[in-house]
């Protein structure tokens, strides 16, 4: 309505080069290969390991399984089959190596196994895995693992989902929890941004580190916001990326920006801060790190939002700032990264919810607020 | 609004002579007999009040106050209290130019004055007093600040533009366009522009506090749409305001090394009506509300600026639309009619508009033409704000008593019948609790030679600040009276009131310990503290207090309730 | 006898009439019937009842408390639960307020019409709309007027607030006079300066010579301002007197870790401290819940914060044999959207939200009103501010029917068009 505060002025800036493609991946533009309409707006998204199948859940507390397997002439329909089997929303979506079972984690506290790609899907097994909801979910050769509000993670035994082991890992909501990709160790991430390391012979707690610019205790609310909304291993397996909500100054009404923070979770390092060049406003809900050496982003908020960074790289390292400058608090003290600006931009159609890459890197599929799913091809 | 500022003189005559004429009578006992209607008291007025009965409104001079009042009002002949007593005013007009109340050689001095003239030569010597700057410096930083925390611009360096300006007789006007117009770059005008500079350039803010605070019209309401119960409260009159700040933006001076306001040549304000389902897009020139538009004048591009904007470059353009704003704001009578409005309240207690920045059409003074008389007095004196405030205190209006009167109505107060009861502000109070203990008179004594009011009124200020903080208002909002419960409990119980109480050379205490005849020590206490002499009942609870084995406990008990009562904390 | 309704328009000769010439007027005759003030509450008082007011902060979710709509679009990813009520189920993020269901009662049909935060806490703390030409006093003020004991040296109206502010608001009492105003009580904690300074003899000497003093100058001149001001120092030596009510640390440890340590348990514990130590009315406020982002989320955080302290609070007041006599109230400046917007947040939402109830005067374990399936309506015994009011002021055992007198003016204590809830009253 009223123009923005002015600013000095700059001289005219050229339009930006188009973005080189990696590793022969151009991403200058989206190619829709699948658009699938849900009634229910959707909450989460994942590609099964074969990519045959892509796995939505929905806020009417279904499971969506489209099928992807493209039509003579190479479209793809997107048969839809309803699932229902959870009391409660579902975010964390897995699946056994083999493509046999899908596995979903709710809101309700039940881990379920379905069979993958039958007509009629019904759950198998099911076991309350946790008291409250299950946000993070990750299966490796016959072991589930899951992470909990109740601040647990437990392991269950495929194909009959026996418990394992569980124990208490965090004080507070677990939101995401992974097999490391050489299966050595589990990972797990809070509400408070805190990653911790376990053995996963042996349970032990072997590192801790804090995500911090993903958390923030608002005083004014009187409630703790941000969390680990999504994370993604990078190709050699040693960093993770995570992303969520930062720089929030109204958290009731979501005023805040996504960040990508890259950690080095062998030494607890963070190794880069990933930012979108313009401000948006919103929590970022998908990351997915690509083995030809880039990192994508979709965060939802006013709309969503789609970037891509490069992976290669070299962190600039903000001078220290002058001595006299009193330090405020630890944070501060901490090296401060300069942010990284993405490469490439895309703006969506709507609230991104989450953001998927199938195995094999050639397919991304997002799912939307509004009750669709898109799948891409990336070429 | 204007249609009573010019009057046939004889419906003035009239009015005057009905004021005049009422029983003026300031050595008279407290109650005075209600004097019947139509039938003026023979005694002759022993202090000139007002002289507008001999000074009718001559062609171009504003009507005097009372005349005016009493075209608003015609029963203040018939139902006005009467004049207030000499140490009542003594102490109301102490507050109200020096920021506290009299000491007791000063009342007694006052009390000793047979001069008809006394109340007109006290206000002369008030204003003329250099304390008169330091605390009026105090209201102005309060008025315009809010009490916000200093950001930019040194707090004590802005109090000491304004004190100055104030004791140079600067016009109220200049005052206003110097803090619009200084940039910040020159350290001798920095402190002008802390008005924008501690709002941080939050042109919002901005505009919204000029037009509260200079225009006594809160179009904050205005931004997004026209106010949606005030008439001529437009979106256009905010946007138009808005126009000429939107160019002025915040610039680091690299070697000053602080923030100094710089401007741009471009940059064009257009505001939609969130109410406008077209959402049609209206472009807004500059322009003060009720004023002409102002365009931009027509200069080639490489005129437009005196230095362009760039990296470490400060913008200066050739046409600046913020000096504009300066010139605009007071050019019509809009700043001077606030400027009285809030004066007069603060004087009196209410605005003749209130609230005060609720300026418009819907909201109509309570007395017309009082406020074109106090609007029209700024005017013609060039916004010498002394001008103002001598009229308003020499005026029957600012002196009448508190006395109720047979068959006035219950809105009294609101008709100026009689004086309002009002609180002291957060200053006032702060000094008072200073003065009425002896503390300010001890502190000059332990000065002796070197007790300028450079050297006193820092000390006064600092041993104030605790009490200030406890009753002011939080920052950015205007003080309003209220009685908070932690008030009460800082007052009754904090070390800082207690510190004082005690004696010590020069203060208080120390004369009521030395004196042995309770009614003099009655009345040396009662004209600290209230600025008044004992009653009968007093000094008898004196005389108890003075028989008490721990003497100066039972007076220091008997100091502080008196601080603690509703007497104190009020001005009759 | 009528109500003594302060009054000060100035210092004209009507309102220096001394008081036995006032009584002297309502003694000739002129005094109306019905009037509040026949209510004056000394039989009440001797039954020391009391209120405490517990006010969720932002407009919590109805949907996620005490009318969950599970399974239906806007229901939202929780479940519903049984509680120890017969056939009421809440949602499940509040399991040990569900094993008090049986001492509570829901209020179901809730349309206040009012999305805007100050204009809905006006409606929910005065049982009215805002008007222009009266301001009408605080349940809270009402409380301390007509339902304190006398006696008793606390001030009527205690309102613990989280977070730092603090002080009183005479303007909370409205024509009932500053007396009745609300005094604050930030974060839980004895207010600054509480220690006397003296010993208290001479404390109560130089307050009786503030007050002498006060006497004298009032009989000249006084105003609205002068007693409210008068009466902070009142305040403040009955806060004082109280200052051991302030004392957390002599509540057994067991309890206060029920309680829980953080603020909401604090102000719990405190505010049953007060109402034992005869405290007319308390108000506690939990906060934040305008979650238009992350409504799921923060209720989680904020319910999970609200329901175990609160649960205690009840199952305390009940064993020390003070539920029967305290008048509950779980309230909030309106509900929220039944729609989930695209940030998982829920907005303002007046039109059919809940409210629930407990205590003296309220059937353990009754319900009325119904929502439709998706929670945007109401279908069944709508009620408002007004209902909510009457309903208040019946179950202290107060006549909801009779008016206050102001300036002669009659003034209905309750907005005309709402009546007592019979449902939930016992």
Known sequence: MTQEKPKPKEAPKPPPPPPEPIAGYNLATLKQAAELKNGSPLLACRFSPDARWLITTAQDNTIQQWDLAPDKDGKIAGKKVDMAGHASWTRAISFSADNKWLITAGYDGLLLTWPLGVAHPEPVRQVQAHTGWIRGVDCQANQVLTGGNDGRLAIHLLPDLRPSRAWQAHDCHIYQASFSPDGKFILSADLKGRVKVWDQQSGALVREFAVAALHKYDAGFGADIGGVRAWSFSPDGSSIVCTGITNVSNAFAGVGNPLYVVANWTTGEIRAELKPKEAFQGTGWGVCWHRAGFILGAAGGNGGMLWAWRDDFKVPVKPEPAKTEPKKDARKEEKKLEPIAEFVAHKLADNVRDMCLSANGKKLAIAYQGGIARVHTLA | MMKHAWLPLSIVGIALWAVVGSSIHADAPKIVPPVAKDQPAKTAPVVAVAKPAAVPAKSGQPLAIDAAIALDEPTVSSLASSPCDDLTFLRRVHFDLVGGPPTVAEARAFLADKDSARRSRLIDRLLANPDHSWYWSQVLDAWWMERRPAKHVDAKLWRDYLRDSLAQGKGLDTLVKEMLTADGTDEKTRPAARFVLDRELDTHLVVRDISRLFLGANLQCAQCHDHPRIDNYKQAHYHGLLAYFQRTYLFDDPKLKKKVLAEKADGEVEFQSVFDPKKITRKRAPGVPGGPERPDPVLAKDQLYISAPAKEVRGVPRHSRRSLLANDLTAGKALARNLANRFWAQLLGKGVVHPLDQIHEDNPPSHPALLDSLTETLLQARYDHKALLRVICNSAAYQRGGEARAGQPKNAEDRLLIARLRPLSPEQMGHALLFATGQVEAERKALGAKATPEAVWPRVEAQAAPFIAVLAAQPGNPDQFEARLEQALFLANHGHLQQFLPPRPGNLMERLLAEKDPAKAADELYLAVFTRLSSADEKVEMARALQEKDKQTALRDLLWALLGSAEFRFIG | ?426
């Open chain 3, 1 to 426: 006898m009528r109500p003594e309704i302060a009054r000060y328009a100035c210092n004209s000769p009507e309102h220096t009439l001394n008081r036995r010439s006032m009584l002297g007027v309502l003694g000739g005759g002129l005094a109306t019937a019905t009037s509040a003030g026949s209510l004056l509450a000394n039989p009440l008082a001797r039954q020391h009842k009391r209120v405490l007011m517990v006010f969720l902060s932002g407009g919590v979710s109805q949907l996620e408390t005490w009318d969950p709509k599970p399974g239906a679009p806007t229901g939202g990813p929780f479940r519903a639960i049984p509680t120890s009520a017969p056939g009421v189920h809440i949602c499940e993020l509040l399991p040990y307020t569900a094993s008090q269901m049986h001492r509570l009662a829901l209020v179901r049909g809730v349309n206040t019409a009012e999305d805007d935060h100050g204009k809905g806490s006006h409606i929910i703390h005065t049982g009215r709309r805002q008007e222009p030409s009266l301001e009408y006093p605080h349940l809270g003020s009402v409380a301390a007027k007509f339902v304190a004991d006398a006696d008793n040296p606390i001030p009527g109206y205690l309102n613990v607030v989280p977070g730092g502010g603090g002080g009183s608001n005479a303007a909370d009492a409205a024509f009932l006079g500053p007396r009745y105003g609300s005094v604050t009580i930030s974060d839980g904690r004895a207010p600054a300066n509480i220690d006397r300074p003296v010993d208290p003899l001479r404390e109560q000497q130089r307050h009786d010579l503030r007050r002498a003093a006060d006497q004298r100058f009032m009989a000249r001149r006084k105003s609205a301002q002068t007693e409210a001001y008068t009466q902070t120092y009142d305040q403040a030596l009955q806060l004082m007197q109280k200052k051991a009510l302030f004392d957390l640390t002599s509540e057994p440890a067991k309890l206060t870790e029920s309680y829980g340590t953080h603020d909401f348990g604090r102000h719990c514990v405190l505010a049953r401290r007060l109402l034992e130590g005869g405290a007319p009315f308390v108000k506690i406020s939990h906060t934040n819940y305008d979650t238009h982002h992350e409504n799921f989320d923060f209720h989680i955080e904020q319910l999970a914060e609200f329901d175990k302290p609160f649960a205690t609070l009840i199952e305390d007041l009940h064993q020390r044999g003070l539920l029967s006599t305290t008048l509950v109230m779980v309230v909030s400046e309106f509900g929220r959207t039944p729609n989930i917007n695209r940030n998982y947040g829920r907005d303002h939402w007046s039109k059919a939200w809940s409210v629930a109830l407990g205590g003296c005067g309220i059937r353990g374990g009754s319900f009325c009103g119904k929502t439709n399936a998706q929670g945007t309506e109401v279908v069944d015994r709508q009620v408002h501010g007004g209902h909510l009011f009457a309903t208040y002021l019946k179950a202290l055992g107060l006549d909801p029917a009779k008016k206050y007198y102001v300036d002669q003016r009659p003034i209905p204590m309750v907005d005309p068009t709402g009546s007592p809830i019979g449902e939930v009253l016992s």
